[in-house]
């Protein structure tokens, strides 16, 4: 089965570009939505996050407060390492489990953090794709995006944008492109042309 890699930077239209394959027919595996899946209250993936970042990343509901974690982890380096040495292998072994169970002719696998900066793709992710396609977005379209959608300053989007690889190096490694920069009815008909090449090979 083809397995597509689809990324691009924060607020760039990933879940747009989703929604059109879906229509189509083509399942989707959502590795940001099993994060939050799997950090639910009284999860007990929970405990080493409370213990290694304090109470202040839960909410008042005992729910993961991914803005406070999110001020923690993309000021600091070190933390967002930790982090991500913690939660990726998790999310992985769930990525796993739903491909085992993929039944549409391909499929996409949204994965907002699939390349490095440096351009290149972890090898923890390597056996998951075969082809990578990217979302591109001018980073103004993003910013916008991200303090209207998240309620976000201006400062925490461009620390969030500066902690991922840049669209120049996702381009380098892109297989394939869509361009979010024009309507929906545009991105609709590219996902349609990549639809129609994707159950070509």
């Given at each position: 089965m083809l397995k597509i890699g689809l990324t691009?930077?924060?607020?760039?239209?990933?879940?747009?570009?989703?929604?059109?394959?879906?229509?189509l027919g083509i399942e989707i595996i959502d590795a940001d939505q099993i994060a939050k899946n799997l950090f639910r209250a009284k999860s007990k993936h929970l405990i080493p996050l409370i213990e290694h970042?304090?109470?202040?990343?839960?909410d008042n509901n005992g729910e993961l407060n991914r803005k406070a974690l999110g001020k923690i982890v993309f000021s600091d380096p070190?933390?967002?390492?930790?982090l991500n040495q913690y939660s990726?292998?998790?999310?992985?072994?769930?990525?796993?489990q739903q491909l085992s169970k993929v039944k549409s002719q391909y499929v996409i696998l949204d994965i907002p953090l699939l390349i490095d900066k440096g351009s290149e793709v972890p090898s923890r992710l390597r056996s998951f794709i075969d082809r990578i396609l990217v979302v591109k977005t001018e980073?103004?379209?993003?910013?916008?995006?991200?303090?209207?959608?998240?309620g976000r300053s201006k400062e925490d989007a461009l620390?969030?944008?500066?902690?991922?690889?840049?669209?120049?190096?996702k381009l380098a490694l892109a297989d394939d492109v869509i361009d979010n920069n024009k309507t929906k009815k545009d991105v609709k008909k590219?996902?349609?042309n990549l639809h129609t090449f994707y159950q070509s090979i």
């Open positions: 691009g930077g924060i607020a760039s239209g990933k879940s747009l570009v989703s929604h059109y394959f879906l229509e970042f304090g109470k202040k990343i839960i070190v933390q967002l390492n930790w990726h292998p998790l999310v992985n072994l769930e990525m796993k980073q103004e379209r993003q910013i916008e995006r991200i303090i209207s959608r998240d620390a969030i944008i500066n902690n991922q690889s840049s669209l120049k190096e590219q996902v349609s």
